[in-house]
């Protein structure tokens, strides 16, 4: 049996920031090829500054808690920042992951590095 930090569970439980964000300036959208799991993140820009940030996951326990604590982690952030937010960070802002599950916070930090640049990319 996998067993997760409390605050792992927590996320899990009670994910922050779900659904959609309609007035959303970017989007990413990532699958994991090994489980067919996906995260799609949807993000509100100022001044190159993250303002909100919300989800939809269909996935693991420990991708819709990655997920979740992403978008905490994201918003305040501007987008140089949020670009060096790692899968590492990821999971240690959960109080770390099981090994086995640590590839499961690429889909978080995958999707918001994929966010910012599709942002980039239609700006330019
Ligand atoms: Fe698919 Fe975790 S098992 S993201």
Excluded: W
């Amino acid at each position: 049996k996998i067993m997760y930090s409390d605050k792992v569970m927590d996320h899990f439980l009670n994910p922050r920031n779900t659904g959609d964000l309609p007035e959303a300036d970017a989007m990413g959208e990532i699958g994991n090829p090994a489980c067919g799991d996906m995260m799609r993140l949807f993000l509100k820009i100022e001044k190159d500054v993250i303002t909100q940030a919300r989800f939809k996951t269909f996935g693991c326990a420990a991708a819709i808690a990655t997920s979740s604590i992403l978008t905490e982690m994201a918003v305040g952030k501007t987008l140089d920042e949020a670009l060096l937010i790692s899968k590492e960070d990821v999971a240690a802002a959960l109080d770390g992951l099981p090994p086995k599950k640590m590839d499961c916070s690429n889909l978080a930090a995958d999707a918001l590095h994929q966010a910012i640049q599709n942002y980039r990319l239609n700006k330019s």
